[in-house]
């Protein structure tokens, strides 16, 4: 079974809102780190949030905060992404990632072990 699949990306104008959805296998989902990432052309890949669905605890990168919400449904085994507020400068290509190494950044990417395909969010002025 693919541990990661994300979804739910499209084109929006500024001010807008979209809602990523990540599908997350039932063996990854438990007590598990699931954040989001995204990567806009010529740039490193940047992390925007993160959830720890043991106990639904989430952290963000400051230039979200109070506009993306990211959240947890158990019953679905599902992580999603609301973002509201979008910006030009959230254009970029959102991946979902999975099961953080122990000890490391969630920040940084190469701590995950798991990744979805990507969906592109872009964001017009």
């Known amino acids: 079974q693919v541990p990661l699949v994300d979804f739910g990306g499209g084109s929006v104008q500024a001010g807008g809102s979209l809602r990523l959805s990540c599908s997350v296998s039932?063996?990854?989902?438990?007590?598990?780190?699931v954040a989001w990432f995204r990567q806009a052309p010529g740039k490193e890949k940047e992390g925007v949030a993160v959830?720890?669905?043991?106990?639904?605890?989430?952290d963000y990168t400051d230039s979200v905060k109070g506009r993306f919400t990211i959240s947890q449904d158990d019953a679905r085994n599902m992580v999603y992404l609301q973002m509201n507020s979008l910006k030009p400068e959230d254009t970029a290509m959102y991946y979902c990632?999975?099961?953080?190494?122990?000890?490391?950044?969630?920040?940084?990417?190469?701590?995950?072990?798991?990744w979805g395909q990507g969906t592109q969010v872009t964001v017009s002025s």
């Open positions: 990632a999975a099961n953080l190494r122990d000890g490391g950044s969630w920040l940084r990417p190469g701590n995950f072990d798991n």
């Open positions: 959830i720890y669905t043991g106990n639904g605890v989430t």
């Open positions: 039932r063996y990854t989902y438990r007590s598990a780190y």
